[in-house]
């Protein structure tokens, strides 16, 4: 049985019942772009280079071979942007947002009524590095949780920008603790994130986490497990009313990881055992998606009770806009999963192993040479 339907992020997702009692998510479906016939044209998305979600408040510039800058725009809330080139050429992209790493494509050729889709990632800076780059923001190294005045701030003289980054020097501080059933049991590496905004926080052994110079607003915050490969993103536990100058405190419990696989999969409930494969499929050009390709995962799944039994299971998908596909609901039992992207001579295959301690398995597929037919 085939259905479809919007999932959290916006995408319209097609889950395939293979059989009664296994569903798995067959593709994120293609997106529109705003390209004009006949123009030449980049487009991309800008993502999380750990979660894979996708990022707003950047900003992209477009410099063409003797890198003098032609365009600048601020991406999406969808994290995509899209250029119009003048003409055929070498382009570079470039992204920046505070509080992150900047990326840059460079060598992108594109030829006359051609469109390149990139995609463009950017690494968190944690609050430690932030407080390296501008200077002493909250005392990180305190025993307690910082009281409300020792609140944000960006020294005098540090070099900032004004008119997209978000960041406010004498903005607000949201400290708080992740608590599940009152006690601080983490994963480590844990951190909290803002849910739209893109910035996170570590957590510490006793689950204390510090966000600090936030502009004025009402954020949500989410629980990052690092075993859930960003797929917890989208679902916020509490939110917080931030003013200048002011620390709020929050409390936050993590969801049951099977409640965020369910929602992040579009399903009101989750099989146990049961894990997300997804990825991207990207082209030989160092950042160049690949939309519109078909990736096929094929696994066995034994026999409940008797070994010499089980059966060959088969799901497919189709790369979206911006390359990405996921399936859900595979094995997590040590299953080995084999993955193939494109057809024919241009395709590559490789093998994933499924595990309970890591139920999200994130990869990029490489294919040699150009993608045959549409899509682009």
């Known amino acids: 049985m085939l259905r479809q339907s ?29 390209g004009g016939a006949g123009a030449q044209v980049i487009r991309g998305v800008v993502v999380d280079s750990t979660t894979r979600s996708r990022i707003t408040d950047v900003l992209v510039f477009l410099t063409d071979s003797a ?44 030829a006359r009524g051609d469109t390149v889709s990139i995609t463009m990632e950017l690494a968190q800076l944690s609050v430690a590095q932030l407080v390296e780059e501008l200077g002493k923001i909250v005392d990180l190294d305190a025993e307690r949780l910082p009281p409300v005045e020792e ?25 708080g603790q992740v608590l599940e059933e009152g006690v601080a049991v983490m994963e480590a590496g844990g951190r909290v994130g803002l849910v739209h905004v893109g910035l996170a926080a ?10 600090p110079g936030l502009p004025e607003g009402t954020y949500e915050l989410a629980y990052l497990r690092p075993s859930l490969g960003g797929l917890d993103w989208d679902y916020p536990l509490a939110e917080a009313d931030v003013r ?42 160092p950042g160049s998606a690949a ?41 997590t039992d040590r299953t080995t999963v084999e993955l193939t992207a494109g057809e024919r001579t241009n395709r590559v295959s490789v093998t994933m192993i499924m595990s309970d301690d890591k139920p999200v398995a994130k990869l990029t597929l490489q ?8 899509g682009w």
């Open 67 to 110: 890198q003098r800058e032609l365009k600048r725009r601020h991406v999406g809330m969808d994290g995509e942007f899209e250029f119009a080139v003048p003409g055929p050429g070498r382009y570079s992209i470039r992204a920046e947002r505070f509080g992150m790493t900047t990326d840059t494509v460079e060598r992108i050729d594109v």
């Open 6 to 34: 919007e999932n959290p992020g916006g995408d319209l997702v097609t889950k395939l019942r293979i059989v009664p009692t296994l569903a798995l998510l067959a593709c994120l479906a293609p997106g529109p772009w705003a």
């Open 202 to 211: 570590d957590v510490d052994a006793e689950g204390r986490f510090v966000i």
């Open 244 to 285: 200048s100058g002011d620390t709020t405190r929050v409390s936050l419990q993590p969801a049951h990881p099977d409640r965020v696989l369910a929602q992040a999969c579009g399903l009101d409930l989750w099989k146990p055992y049961t894990g997300v494969l997804e990825g991207h499929v990207v082209l030989s050009m």
């Open 151 to 175: 609140g944000g701030g960006v020294p005098e003289g540090v070099a900032r920008e004004t008119d997209w980054i978000a960041y406010d020097e004498d903005g607000g501080v949201i400290v």
């Open 367 to 374: 294919l040699p040479g150009a993608p045959s037919g549409g």
């Open 291 to 331: 939309p519109g390709i078909r990736v096929v995962a094929e696994w066995f799944e034994p026999h409940p009770t008797d070994p010499l039994k089980g059966r060959a299971m088969t799901a497919v998908a189709l790369t979206n806009s911006v390359g990405a596909f996921r399936f859900c609901g595979i094995p």
